[in-house]
């Protein structure tokens, strides 16, 4: 009474609340957005983690089946969805609670019968909400597999903008671009229309509730049920009510599309890791190896290899020569596990020891190889050979660069071994890409090298310089060349010839030459006047 008997003193007080608690719904938005926001960004910290080293463990088979553009859209475009989704809905939904609840306790404590009418516009609202959740959902994976279309388009267009380029492909290019496109754009209309509709028929629902409710609460009021003020306090509560009601569309159709994203990258997190068995081997890996009586093929398709059989002496020189699709490269493949090869489809042992059982980790340290397309990281030089062994030396670095004929093209850039090779290597031409995937696989020191056709983009002269140069530096190791190129393969101690996955014939050069078989017949093909000459020079001058 004392306070009502002073009118400023009351209006004071009242200011004052209000502002005491206008700063402390501030003060707990400012803290409820600030812990919605770190718990998000760990959250999908964690999971961008989880996601980059669960890649790197899956199988190259994996990989090949996969495209790139859209593994890199799942693991930043989706993430994002899913990353806004638990920031900002997530609070949103509880918003939506307190405020239900709230409104429909005022309600039914002022009139049961005017809130039971205002209730039963929920369930229509609710069901109405669902179907579009599950109709709104496939639209959303439609959609994002077609961002993943146009970001592996963008993806393969510009890693390839050499074979563009050279042959003038940019407007065919353009207009590949431009239909998947447009269809990424027809599909978010298509969404934009579905949601249009939502909202449109979810508008009209609630409208109804609130005329309906208004009506009911005038035709209670004139009735003497309730006051005047009762009344208008329930129209308050009841706008209150609509407008979460309304925001349950937004939060289902964001749900819908997080949702979709969550499932995408849980495709990725469900695909099987490599995996070494129970009681993994590191044994030495410098025993003979042997492929027995295997038969592979990939992803299910015709058999690349058809009952393979041969022995590679440890520490021999072992050439493999075939023709394009004979299975040459799926021998690297399997020696490294690159593929897994079934059980029931023979066998590959190193030292006795079943390549299945020995720890990939081991196997792989073990095993160096140089495949047909060396890839180079946008780095340095010194760094694309020191991925091989991270610990080495300037000076190891350079002796490897040596042995792969490299060091002096390096250092005739102005940055010697600290340029940057660009994106792939691309700053680099192609023998020079593969002469510095050499060397970082001499860097590695594995007592297995491979070489898979590895020197097919540098000439002849080159070609005899760089194996002069190998069997200088390789010591003891098991050397298996994989080539089209007979002089690179002629001074194996060892050669076999594949014909369509099959062993043709098995021999040193001289043997296979004396035979009339496919390897004298490419011998032939290949020996001409010119290239004779040229074996002479650089026999002449290297001592090969």
């Not at 340095?380 to 042995?403: D, F, K, Q, S, Y």
């Amino acid at each position: 009474a004392p306070v009502l008997a002073d009118p400023p003193r009351a209006l004071l007080l009242a200011a004052g609340a209000t502002l005491l608690t206008a700063a402390l719904a501030g003060l707990c938005s400012y803290l409820g957005q600030m812990g919605i926001a770190r718990g998000s960004e760990a959250f999908v910290k964690s999971l961008r983690d989880r996601l980059f080293e669960h890649i790197q463990k899956l199988p190259f088979s994996w990989h090949s089946r996969n495209q790139t553009g859209e593994i890199i859209q799942r693991c930043t475009s989706d993430v994002e969805v899913i990353r806004q989704f638990v920031s900002t809905q997530l609070l949103q939904v509880f918003r939506i609670v307190f405020l239900v609840a709230v409104s429909l306790g005022a309600m039914f404590s002022m009139d049961r019968k005017i809130s039971l009418i205002a209730c039963a516009f929920l369930p229509a609202v609710g069901a109405y909400s669902c179907v579009f959740h599950f109709k709104i959902a496939r639209r959303f994976r439609t959609a994002d597999e077609a961002e993943g279309q146009l970001s592996a388009d963008v993806q393969e267009n510009l890693t390839g903008v050499r074979v563009v380029r050279a042959f003038g492909r940019e407007r065919f290019e353009i207009g590949r671009f431009d239909k998947l496109n447009e269809r990424f754009s027809r599909l978010w209309i298509r969404l934009g229309s579905l949601l249009s509709l939502y909202w449109g028929t979810s508008d009209l629902i609630i409208g109804l509730q609130v005329l309906t409710v208004t009506v009911a609460g005038i035709a209670e009021t004139v009735g003497g049920g309730i006051t005047l003020g009762e009344f208008l306090a329930f129209v308050f509560y009841n706008s209150t009510l609509a407008w979460p009601i309304r925001s349950l569309g937004r939060v289902l159709s964001e749900m819908s599309k997080a949702g979709v994203s969550a499932e995408r990258v849980a495709e990725i997190l469900a695909a099987e890791e490599e995996k070494d068995p129970p009681g993994a081997l590191e044994p030495p890996m410098d025993g003979d190896i042997a492929f027995r009586h295997v038969t592979f093929g990939y992803g299910g398709q015709e058999p690349v290899l058809k009952d393979v059989d041969f022995t590679i002496p440890a520490g021999s020189t072992f050439a493999v020569l075939g023709g394009t699709g004979s299975g040459k490269s799926t021998l690297a493949h399997l020696l490294d596990r690159l593929y897994e090869l079934p059980p029931e489809c023979g066998s590959i042992t190193v030292g006795g020891v079943g390549i299945s059982k020995i720890k990939l980790s081991h196997l792989r340290r073990n095993v160096g190889i140089v495949l047909q397309e060396p890839f180079l990281f946008s780095r340095t030089i010194l760094e694309n050979i020191r991925a091989a062994r991270p610990g080495a030396t300037r000076e190891e670095v350079r002796r490897a660069a040596r042995a792969a004929c490299v060091d002096g093209d390096i250092e005739a850039f102005a940055d010697g071994y600290d340029t940057m090779v660009g994106e792939r290597g691309v700053t680099l031409s192609g023998g020079q890409k593969q002469r510095v995937a050499i060397a970082r696989m001499l860097l590695q020191r594995a007592p297995i090298l491979i070489f898979d056709d590895s020197l097919s983009a540098v000439d002849a002269e080159t070609d005899a310089r760089i194996r002069a140069a190998l069997r200088q530096s390789l010591g003891g190791a098991t050397v298996i060349l994989i080539s089209h190129r007979i002089t690179t393969l002629m001074q194996a101690d060892r050669i076999l010839v594949l014909d369509r996955g099959k062993v043709a014939e098995l021999g040193t050069h001289e043997e296979l030459v004396r035979r009339d078989g496919i390897y004298r017949k490419i011998y032939e093909i290949q020996m001409n006047g010119a290239d004779r000459a040229l074996l002479r020079e650089g026999e002449a001058r290297d001592g090969v």
